[in-house]
């Protein structure tokens, strides 16, 4: 009887031993897999990882088109002039209730002017001008052409007020943002709004550019050096920049629930093998 005791005691420890091992392999194994799940390359961490030293001085050709105004854009026109009448019509005249002072978006939209449906601008003394499909540059050459037949040594000034482009996702701050830069790129206004979160991926950046034809669609790589050539990376007006989540972003919000679940279920292996000693 006292060997049956024995041989049973015996199994029984040994079934409890088994048991306190597989828990304790699959303890093992899930906080493997959490620390696996957590990390992330630094790969995928680093912009440009593949430009080596050797490559500073090359160039890196982009064949972006410049951007051509569209109807509902707002320009932004200044002329000098020697005529006082003209500079008043212009620029700053408190007395006439005209003012060029660009505080908020709404100065802006006062005192500049609207692209309409036509593709036109109205201009006092010039006229209307059709400006639509034509670059920044060729505008400021047609509007002063034209104020150089009216006016006497007038001085031209044009600025496209509604570039501007939304950076979304993965960001710290992510919103609407001014550009006052022709050249524009990713890298700027990613930088604008904080720089890329951890939870972010640097590998899988949408540029979302509105043309007449409709949106298209650019992928980018930060991390990689072709990002430089890429027709997405040197920005347009109304551009959307979508940084999109890392594939590990799930696992690393919901971390804190696991370290819950793991700290329970320890616990539950401590008590098993507490109550298997009694």
Request: charge should be neutral.
């Amino acid at each position: 009887m006292t060997k049956n005791k024995t041989l049973k005691k015996f199994i029984g420890n040994a079934v409890a031993g088994s048991r306190q091992l597989n828990l304790f392999k699959v303890l093992i194994a899930t906080i493997f897999i959490m620390l696996l799940s957590g990390c992330q390359s630094n790969r995928n961490i680093v912009y440009f990882k593949n430009l080596d030293a050797t490559e500073n001085n090359k160039v890196f050709l982009n064949k972006n088109d410049p951007y051509r105004i569209k109807t509902n854009d707002i320009l932004y026109v200044r002329v000098l002039s020697t005529s006082k009448e003209v500079s008043e019509l212009y620029n700053n005249n408190p007395t006439l209730g005209v003012t060029t002072t660009l505080n908020s978006e709404a100065d802006q939209y006062v005192n500049s002017f609207s692209v309409d449906k036509d593709g036109d601008i109205v201009l006092p003394v010039l006229g209307k001008l059709h400006v639509a499909g034509l670059t920044m540059d060729e505008s400021y050459e047609l509007i002063q052409d034209q104020a150089n037949e009216f006016l006497i040594n007038a001085t031209v000034v044009v600025r496209l007020m509604n570039y501007k482009t939304t950076v979304l996702g993965e960001v710290k701050n992510p919103g609407v943002y001014s550009v006052y830069n022709n050249q524009a790129t990713v890298l700027e206004v990613i930088g604008r709004a904080g720089d890329i979160t951890e939870f972010g991926s640097k590998k899988d950046i949408l540029v979302i550019r509105p043309t007449e034809e409709g949106s298209k669609t650019y992928e980018l790589d930060l991390t990689d050096k072709s990002a430089l050539s890429n027709p997405g990376f040197y920005l347009m007006p109304n551009d959307i920049v979508y940084v999109k989540p890392a594939n590990g972003k799930a696992f690393r919000t919901n971390l804190p629930l696991w370290s819950l679940v793991l700290s329970s279920f320890t616990t539950i292996i401590v008590l098993l093998q507490y109550f298997d000693n009694k």
